[in-house]
């Protein structure tokens, strides 16, 4: 079981950045492709972007694309989500999640593991 914990949520202002970690338990972490999704208060959770094992191969969904990056350090078993140019509509609870098997996917039911959820909160 892979155990995933989500760290550096918080609240900030439009135009401000943030930057997301997730660590996780598993000596494995190399072998899997990671993504990032948010869930806004009263909608389904969303894909925001994903990473291949090795790091070659990144998506975004279209409504961040140049504002955020994700990365991963497989020596250190984290993946980031690096945020810029907050937005208010950017505001959710933000998941980790580790896909064990298969290519990358931007779809919730193709991820194994889930993180607890940060927080983001983007002022206006």
């Known amino acids: 079981q892979v155990q995933l914990v989500e760290s550096g949520g918080g609240l900030v202002q439009a135009g401000g950045s943030l930057r997301l970690s997730c660590a996780a338990s598993e000596r494995a972490f190399s072998s899997y492709t990671m993504g990032w999704f948010r869930q806004a208060p009263g909608k389904e959770r969303k894909f925001v972007a994903a990473?291949?094992?090795?790091?070659?191969?990144?998506y975004y969904r279209d409504s961040v694309k140049g504002r955020f990056s994700i990365s991963r350090d497989n020596a250190k078993n984290t993946v980031y989500l690096q945020m810029n140019s907050l937005k208010p509509e950017d505001t959710a609870v933000y998941y980790c999640?580790?896909?064990?098997?298969?290519?990358?996917?931007?779809?919730?039911?193709?991820?194994?593991?889930w993180g607890q959820g940060t927080q983001v909160t983007v002022s206006s």
């Open positions: 990473i291949s094992w090795g790091g070659g191969r990144t």
């Open positions: 999640a580790a896909r064990g098997i298969g290519p990358v996917t931007t779809a919730r039911g193709g991820y194994d593991y």
